[in-house]
């Protein structure tokens, strides 16, 4: 199982993922405890081991200053937990366009538990997140997820810490996504980053 950790903002939380080696790091740009600046993002994802795909998460964010994020190599990944339609991920992938097609940005586009009967199955977002909101740091009913039919790869957040990524695994998402299920006294620490990461890739069926 493929595992993110979030909300990195300190350079002993990029030391603890190096350790770890999760799938993804996310750097959070939208307004948070955990919020970083572009310039800091930038430093923080040059310490990033290259085999961690680093993800920025946002809302409602200029589509030009995500943009310039992309293309200065500090995301390769926009999470999108605002109100950004269609519109906006198409206008996104328009302006970090590269010719290498292997470079292209990504798009997580949030949904929120309870608008779950409302996904879109045809989109240009290349994986869903399902959250019972934005940084809520809360899981909801995972039992709804078993009747809804998702055709295209999705992320797991909310609420996920090591009493229950197992069972957030059995719901056979493409990744669980974790933040404040990763720290202590909200900061984040190296032996849960550690311990979660090894549960979810002794866990990986995929």
């Known amino acids: 199982m493929r595992i993110k950790i979030c909300g990195l903002f300190r350079d002993q939380d990029i030391d603890f993922v190096n ?5 993804y790091a996310g750097f959070v740009f939208a307004e948070s405890k955990r919020q970083v600046s572009s310039t800091l993002a930038q430093y923080l994802r040059f310490r990033l081991a290259d085999d961690i ?3 920025g ?3 409602n964010a200029h589509i ?3 943009a310039a994020l992309f293309h200065n190599g500090v995301i390769s990944i ?6 950004e339609d269609e519109a906006y991920i198409s206008l996104l992938k328009k302006k970090c366009f590269v010719s290498n097609k292997s470079a292209q940005i990504k798009v997580i586009k949030t949904i929120k538990a309870d608008k779950l009967k409302q996904i879109r199955q045809t989109t240009e977002a290349d994986y869903f997140l399902l959250d019972s909101g934005a940084g809520s740091g809360k899981s909801f009913n995972w039992e709804s997820l078993k009747k809804q039919k998702i055709e295209i790869p999705w992320f797991l957040a909310g609420g996920i810490n090591i009493k229950n990524i197992e069972q957030a695994m059995a719901l056979n998402p493409f990744a669980v996504d974790v933040s404040s299920g990763a720290e202590t ?3 984040k620490d190296r032996e849960k980053i550690i311990k979660l ?3 979810a890739k ?4 995929t």
Do not use: C, N
Request: glycine letters at 10%; a negative charge; proline letters at 7%.
């Open 197 to 199: 990461t090894a549960m």
């Open 53 to 55: 795909v680093p993800v």
């Open 78 to 83: 926009a999470q999108l937990h605002g109100d």
């Open 185 to 187: 006294d909200g900061i």
């Open 57 to 59: 998460v946002f809302v």
């Open 19 to 23: 350790e770890a080696r999760p799938d």
């Open 202 to 205: 002794k866990g990986s069926k």
């Open 64 to 66: 030009k200053d995500i």
